[in-house]
C-alpha cells in the first residue's frame, strides 16, 4: 500500500443500510482506503450480511466489535446511578450508546494506523456532535470526514430518492423491503424513532411502530413481580418472585428487565425535546429495561440518603443528563460528576419489589441495611424520641420571613 494511500486510510461507521453504504462508495470515489466499522450494542441486525455487504462494495476491512457487556456496565449502570433522565423524561438510550461506540471505533483506527474517521450522522442532529466530541477526547489529532456536513455531498444528495439514483448507479444493493416512514436508532437500553411522518407533533404512532413493548392494552392481565438488588446504586440482582428466575450477570440482568418491563408494555414515551444544536424535535422511545430499573433505583435512593445530600444528589443528575444528552462523556466536567454522584452511593444498597403491570411499574416495597427510616420516630402511635412542642417554635422561625414579606408588601401597597 502506498504512502498516499495509507495517510487516507479511514475508519467508516457503517451499518449497511442506504445511507453509509452510498457514504462507503463515495469515500472510495475520493480516494480513501475505507476500513468499515460495526459495533454491536445489541441492536437486532444482520451482522454477516453488512460485512459482506462492505466487502461487495469495496472495503478494505470490516471490523464488527461486540460491546454490549461494556456497555452495560460503563455506560447504562453510571446513568442508573444518576437517574438519567434528560429533561425529566428521556432515559437517553442513544445519547448512552454514542461514547460507547466511539471508543470501540477510535481504538480500532488507531490499530488501523487511521488518520480519519467518519459517520453518516446529519447535520441538524446530537448524533454527529456526540460521535465528534468522543472522537477527539480520545484521539486528539484524528480527522473526522462528516459528509452530511459537506457541500460537495449534501448539494449533490439532496435526500433519499437521490441516494437511491446514486445506490442503481454504483449497483449498491437496495433493501428489498420498503423502508418504514420514520427513521429507527436500537441498541440495549431502547429503540428510537423520529422523523417521516413523526415530524408532525400531532401524529400519532402507529401500533405497529413499535418493537421492544407490548402495547400495554394487550399486555397481560397478570403482573410479574420482581426484587431487585442494589450494591452501591448499582443493580446486582433481579428476582422474579413467581417464578423464581435470577440474574445477577449485568447483561444478563439488564436483558431480563427488558424482556419483561417488554412483556408488560413499560417504558413508552412520546416526547418533545430540545437538541443540542438548538432546535426542538419529536421523538418516541421504549426503555423497558430502563424504566424498571431507574424507577426502584430511584426509591431505593430516597429511602437511604439524607435529605439534604440528595437535593445536591439530584441537581447532579440533572448536570450528568445534559452532560450525556450533549455528548461530553468523556470531559473532565462529566468525569467528575460521575464521580460525585458514585461517592453519594455508598450507602444505596438494598431491594426494592417492583410489580410490573400493563405499562406502569409499581413500587410494592423496599428494604436496606443503611435505611435512614425510623419507624418509631414516625409512627403516629409512639412519641418515641421527639418533642411535638419543638415543632411550635420551628413553625414560627421558618414563618419569620414570610411574615415580614407580607407585612413589607402590604404596607407598600397601602402607602399608594
Not at 140 to 163: A, M, Q
Not at 242 to 255: Q, R
Not at 265 to 294: A, C
Amino acid at each position: 500500500m502506498s504512502a498516499e494511500v495509507e495517510k487516507k486510510k479511514v475508519v467508516l461507521a457503517y451499518s449497511g443500510g442506504l445511507d453509509t453504504s452510498c457514504i462507503l462508495v463515495w469515500l472510495l470515489e475520493n480516494g480513501y482506503d475505507v476500513v468499515t466499522f460495526l459495533a454491536d450494542v445489541g441492536q437486532s441486525e444482520d451482522f454477516e450480511a453488512a460485512r459482506a455487504k462492505a466487502a461487495i462494495l469495496g472495503a478494505s476491512k470490516m471490523v464488527i466489535q461486540d460491546v454490549k457487556t461494556e456497555f452495560v456496565e460503563e455506560f447504562i449502570w453510571p446513568s442508573i446511578r444518576a437517574n438519567g433522565l434528560y429533561e425529566d423524561r428521556y432515559p437517553m438510550g442513544t445519547a448512552l450508546a454514542r461514547p460507547c461506540i466511539a471508543r470501540a471505533m477510535i481504538k480500532v483506527a488507531k490499530e488501523e494506523g487511521a488518520k480519519y474517521v467518519a459517520h453518516g450522522a446529519t447535520g441538524k442532529g446530537n448524533d454527529q456532535i456526540r460521535f465528534e466530541l468522543s472522537a477527539y477526547a480520545l484521539h486528539s489529532t484524528i480527522e473526522v470526514i462528516s459528509p452530511w456536513r459537506l457541500p460537495e455531498f449534501y448539494t449533490r444528495f439532496k435526500g433519499r430518492n437521490d441516494l437511491f439514483e446514486y445506490a442503481k448507479e454504483k449497483g449498491i444493493p437496495l433493501p428489498v423491503t420498503q423502508k418504514d416512514p420514520w427513521s429507527i436508532d436500537a441498541n440495549l437500553m431502547h429503540i428510537s424513532y423520529e422523523s417521516g411522518i413523526l415530524e408532525d407533533p400531532q401524529t400519532h404512532a402507529p401500533k405497529k411502530l413499535y418493537v421492544m413493548t407490548t402495547h400495554p392494552e394487550d399486555a397481560p392481565d397478570v403482573p410479574t413481580v420482581l426484587e431487585i438488588e442494589f450494591q452501591k446504586g448499582l443493580p446486582v440482582k433481579v428476582v422474579n418472585k413467581d417464578d423464581g428466575t435470577t440474574k445477577t450477570k449485568a447483561l444478563d440482568l439488564f436483558i431480563y428487565c427488558n424482556e419483561i418491563g417488554g412483556k408488560h408494555g413499560v417504558g413508552r414515551i412520546d416526547i418533545v425535546e430540545n437538541r443540542f444544536i438548538g432546535m426542538k424535535s419529536r421523538g418516541i422511545y421504549e426503555t423497558p429495561g430502563g424504566t424498571i430499573l431507574l424507577s426502584a433505583h430511584m426509591d431505593l435512593e430516597v429511602f437511604t440518603l439524607d435529605r439534604e445530600l440528595r437535593k445536591i444528589k439530584r441537581k447532579l443528575d440533572a448536570e450528568f443528563a445534559e452532560q450525556v444528552y450533549r455528548g461530553f462523556w468523556f470531559s473532565p466536567e462529566a468525569e467528575y460528576t460521575r464521580r460525585c454522584i458514585a461517592l453519594s452511593q455508598d450507602h444505596v444498597d438494598g431491594t426494592v419489589t417492583v410489580k410490573v403491570y400493563k405499562g406502569g411499574v409499581y413500587i410494592l416495597g423496599r428494604a436496606s441495611p443503611h435505611s435512614l427510616y425510623n419507624a418509631e420516630l414516625v409512627s403516629m402511635n409512639v412519641q418515641g424520641d421527639y418533642e411535638p412542642t419543638d415543632a411550635g417554635g420551628f413553625i414560627k422561625i421558618n414563618a419569620l420571613r414570610i411574615r415580614e414579606y407580607q407585612r413589607l408588601r402590604a404596607s407598600e401597597t397601602s402607602g399608594k
